[in-house]
């Protein structure tokens, strides 16, 4: 299981429209362009990493206007994931400083797009950035084009699990 947070006009059909992913060129797992959904590993993954995001990307002309978004829960099955939180993975890849060597955005994104290009992985495992010295808490970087086009192949199910208001944080279950 994993979790993703959408504005609150989304309704459950639309959790599955994946036409904006990849288009950002902030992205820490990918290029722009490249169709890659991120999903956290629960709630408080999902909220520290949305919090960070929130104070680093907002714009300041926004900070009085509410944010509300909800929160979906949706089991995956996926056939390759390879998993960047372990060491012995950060010796095959030959990578330098892991996972410190993730903050820098060009590295993450030059590994991605390595594993993405050479390998079956359809999907990573891979630290918070928001909370990078806890490995057993994760992000989930599914590459969209290695992935069959009806996500309901891969997702099997969809379930709201809540609504987050900025900036307080999950207000309800």
């Not at 990918?30 to 909220?47: D, F, I």
């Not at 490995?135 to 192949?153: E, G, I, S």
């Amino acid at each position: 299981m994993a979790y993703r947070h959408l504005p609150v006009t989304v309704d459950k059909a639309g959790v599955l429209d994946f036409s904006y992913a990849g288009r950002s060129s902030e992205n820490r797992w990918n290029v722009k362009g490249e169709p890659t959904l991120y999903l956290a590993s629960n709630v408080g993954v999902m909220l520290a990493e949305w919090a960070r995001h929130f104070v680093e990307n907002r714009n300041p002309a926004l900070e009085r206007v509410p944010l509300r978004r909800t929160v979906w829960r949706l089991t995956l099955r996926l056939a390759y994931v390879l998993d960047l939180r372990d060491a012995q993975v950060w010796s095959d890849l030959h990578l330098a400083d892991a996972p410190t060597c993730f903050l820098d955005k060009d590295y993450a994104r030059a590994v991605a797009g390595f594993v993405r290009r050479t390998t079956p992985a359809q999907a990573l495992l891979v630290p918070s950035i928001a909370l990078l010295d806890r490995l057993d808490l994760w992000n989930l970087v599914l590459f969209l084009d290695k992935l069959p086009a009806d996500p309901r192949q891969f997702i099997t199910a969809v379930r709201r699990a809540g609504t987050l208001a900025a900036p307080h944080g999950l207000v309800s279950p």
